[in-house]
């Protein structure tokens, strides 16, 4: 007897099984035209026949006989009676042995029963196939069933998955409820099969629509833009913006937004209340750079050569701005760190970003922060209000008209905080490389990626500036110009502009060197050269009157005619005294305008031992003065009478202008010391530095305006804390040569070098 293990056909008595005639060799291994007609049928696992095992095989099978092979390449089984599998023996050739037993039917039909049945089978089978292009064929395949059994078997294959579920059926003795667990296995993948044919139908029409729909779409958008192209004049607003919108790039968020907008605004139509705000909205964020530009190749001297030629001096400035643009030609970035230019007013913070912006070939944009107290002015105004707009970030994004500026935020230290929130806190995220590839201005309600934007921020000070937001940034300190730097600026910038700017020739007005010099050191008082501007545009203007009543005349600006052009008297400066007293020694200070000297004045007066400080100071300095009455008093305990029976009065002159800082306590030190002593010490003798209530004498900041101011006064010799030697490499050489400077460590070698207190030894 042949055995032939099946795993994806129903295996049931009296019904036909069909296989494939290669299918039949390989696994039964026998050859189907051979004499041999009987076989034995049983389900096994989903393996090869060299891989089957004992328990590989069920343990019901059928009988059979091989009927017919086909010209199809088919052969036909008829099964006979069920038989069970005993015991299973596989050799290591692969011969399968059985023991097998028969296992009788319980005979319970109804013969006009299975009649009924096996008409509605078939009826049921033939209506499925229906659906279908094979329904022809199936019809005829079907008719060929003669019992419910072999109708069932036929269609096996495509019905019943599972090969539990046709062993289910074999297994079965009952003949009834045999029949009925096939019918109700064929019904319900027969139903199975129904839905989901309905369901493919249905999901067919859904997707024919969406290709109609998208079809009707693409056409009208075609006659649309062939109309458009026809009649440009008679777009309407919406259609520009539609086009607008398709074009602009944005991303999935924003887009989405600015659809909704535009659906409101189409359902607003002309004279809606909010038609104007919803048109101002989509005519601002259409009007933005969506698309990423790409980095472009900088070529470093041609940078380096108009940064020379915007501005002169600015040594160490140049060199690190040189720096980022290197790392960023490097990196094949658009930013990179935030760049804060602080410095005194005119010394060209907010100019050299226009010459950054022109070095890197993109746009500038300047954006001004003074006097902002409200949060909306850099987040923007949520739509919900009344005239809301843009914050100034992304207004200024949208005037440059590209994704990556170079954007100025001038005068960043005059941010101020209200009611209104704290604007200095919303531009942590502008200003945050890790947050402001994202950042959603209330106004657009989307995200927008500023991390292309090279940002520098300018500032007078860096003491108004909040710490998180100081951190965010890199500080490069601008030095105020020397009287030869102002010179050769004028000459070569401030001269031409206003000159330009009234419309004059070189031929027509001259200002000799002298003049020049004279503008600079009695016509202005600045770190910068915004005042040098001034005078000069004023001269200009002057001559520009000269001219126009004398045409043929030269007009020559020199010394001796200053006055004529120059509607204003020349300014005061401090000048160190020639004369030295006790108790008065001159000091330097820094302001927001540069450098200047200071005296501190002292003296004694009948009374119980009081401190008075006057001349408009601040804590720190109070504090300054009294650490420095402490340590006179340890160092000259022989003059403690002077402080008990006498009130002390400290005062620091122009007292209309606040002063503010510890650097004054060397000089406060060192003018009690000359008055309890009665040893004068020589104004042209300067000195700045921080005391300790041990003597110590520590670090102070603004050393270059500081010394540029004394060197400008006639002091001929300053002291300066030793840790500030280093920063003498940012001074300028005509300063450092016009001035003896003395690093100090103790306020005793101050005191010993103004010969109030005896060398030793």
Same mark, same amino acid.
């Given at each position: ?27 039964? !291994? ?10 034995? =049928? ?142 109700? $296995? ?215 008209? /590209? ?95 206003? $000159? ?17 010099? @004279? ?56 000048? /160190? ?40 100071? !601040? ?46 306590? =060397? ?16 104004? @042209? ?20 305006? @500081? ?33 003896? =400077? ?20």
């Amino acid at each position: 007897m042949t055995v032939v293990p099946v795993y994806n056909v129903l295996v049931v008595p009296e019904a036909n099984i069909y296989l494939k005639t290669d299918t039949y060799q390989r696994i039964s !291994g026998k050859d189907p035209k051979e004499k041999e007609k009987v076989v034995l =049928i049983v389900q096994k696992t989903n393996e090869d026949r060299d891989k089957l095992k004992e328990d590989s095989f069920y343990q019901v099978g059928a009988t059979g006989e091989i009927i017919e092979v086909n010209e199809n390449g088919y052969i036909v089984i008829r099964t006979y009676e069920r038989r069970n599998l005993d015991e299973v023996t596989v050799y290591n050739d692969g011969a399968i042995e059985l023991s097998v037993s028969k296992r009788p039917d319980i005979e319970d039909l109804d013969p006009e029963e299975v009649k009924k049945h096996l008409d509605s089978v078939k009826k049921e089978m033939i209506s499925y196939a229906e659906g279908f292009q094979w329904a022809g064929a199936a019809r005829a395949y079907i008719a060929q069933a003669s019992t419910v059994n072999e109708a069932i078997a036929m269609l096996s294959p495509w019905l019943i998955d599972s090969n539990e579920d046709k062993y289910r059926i074999l297994e079965e003795d009952s003949q009834s409820k045999r029949m009925e667990l096939m019918e109700k $296995m064929i019904y319900e993948n027969l139903e199975m099969g129904k839905i989901n044919n309905e369901a493919k139908t249905a999901q067919e029409e859904d997707y024919q629509k969406l290709y109609r729909e998208s079809a009707i779409k693409k056409q009208i958008e075609y006659l649309q833009k062939e109309l458009d192209e026809m009649h440009p004049e008679q777009v309407s607003d919406i259609r520009k913006l539609e086009i607008k919108i398709e074009e602009s790039g944005m991303n999935e968020t924003a887009r989405k937004e600015a659809d909704k907008v535009l659906n409101r605004l189409k359902q607003e139509g002309q004279n809606g209340a909010e038609t104007g705000m919803l048109y101002d909205y989509l005519d601002f964020v259409t009007a933005l750079s969506w698309k990423k530009a790409r980095a472009k190749k900088i070529n470093l001297d041609r940078a380096q050569k108009i940064l020379d030629e915007d501005h002169y001096g600015l040594k160490k400035v140049k060199e690190r701005i040189i720096q980022q643009i290197a790392v960023m030609d490097l990196k094949k970035q658009q930013s990179g760190s935030i760049l804060c230019f602080v410095g005194a007013p005119g010394t060209g913070k907010t100019s050299i970003g226009r010459s950054i912006a022109k070095a890197l070939g993109r746009e500038y944009v300047r954006v001004s922060l003074g006097g902002v107290r409200d949060e909306a002015d850099i987040r923007g105004h949520r739509r919900t209000y009344i005239g809301a707009m843009p914050g100034r970030i992304m207004d200024g994004i949208e005037k440059s008209g /590209v994704s990556n500026p170079v954007m100025v935020l001038d005068e960043i230290d005059k941010l101020s905080s209200s009611y209104n929130g704290d604007p200095a806190s919303a531009l942590l995220e502008v200003l945050d490389p890790e947050q402001n590839n994202t950042f959603t201005d209330h106004y657009m309600n989307v995200p927008y990626d500023l991390s292309d934007v090279m940002f520098i921020c300018t500032a007078n000070t860096l003491d108004t500036i909040p710490e998180p937001l100081l951190n965010r940034m890199e500080v490069i300190q601008f030095q105020g110009y020397t009287p030869s730097e102002k010179f050769q600026i004028a000459k070569q910038h401030l001269i031409p502009k206003a $000159m330009k700017g009234v419309g004059l020739k070189p031929e027509n007005v001259e200002i000799t060197d002298e003049a020049l010099d @004279k503008i600079i050191s009695d016509y202005t008082m600045e770190a910068g050269v915004r005042g040098l501007k001034k005078r000069m545009d004023t001269i200009y203007r002057v001559a520009a009157v000269n001219q126009v009543r004398n045409a043929e005349k030269k007009v020559s600006v020199t010394p001796d005619n200053l006055r004529d052009f120059l509607d204003m008297h020349p300014l005061h400066h401090n000048h /160190v005294k020639d004369r030295a007293k006790p108790g008065i020694v001159t000091g330097l200070a820094w302001t927001q305008v540069g450098g200047t000297i200071l005296y501190i004045e002292s003296m004694f007066t009948q009374g119980s031992g009081k401190l008075t400080v006057t001349g408009q100071l !601040g804590d720190v300095m109070r504090e300054s003065a009294q650490i420095a009455v402490s340590l006179v008093k340890s160092m000259f305990p022989d003059k403690a009478e002077l402080f008990e029976k006498n009130d002390l009065h400290i005062h620091v002159p122009d007292g209309s202008t606040p002063k503010d800082g510890p650097s004054a306590g =060397i000089t406060l030190t060192t003018a009690i010391s000359s008055l309890v002593t009665g040893k004068a010490v020589t104004p @042209k003798i300067a000195m700045t530095g921080e005391v300790s209530l041990q003597g110590g004498v520590n670090p102070i900041g603004g050393l270059p305006e @500081k010394l540029m101011a004394a060197q400008r006064a006639g002091v001929k010799k300053v002291f300066i804390p030793k840790e500030n030697e280093e920063d003498l490499r940012d001074v300028a050489k005509e300063v450092t040569d016009n001035l003896e =400077i003395i690093p100090v460590e103790h306020v005793e070698d101050v005191l010993k070098m103004t010969g109030i207190l005896a060398e030793e030894g």
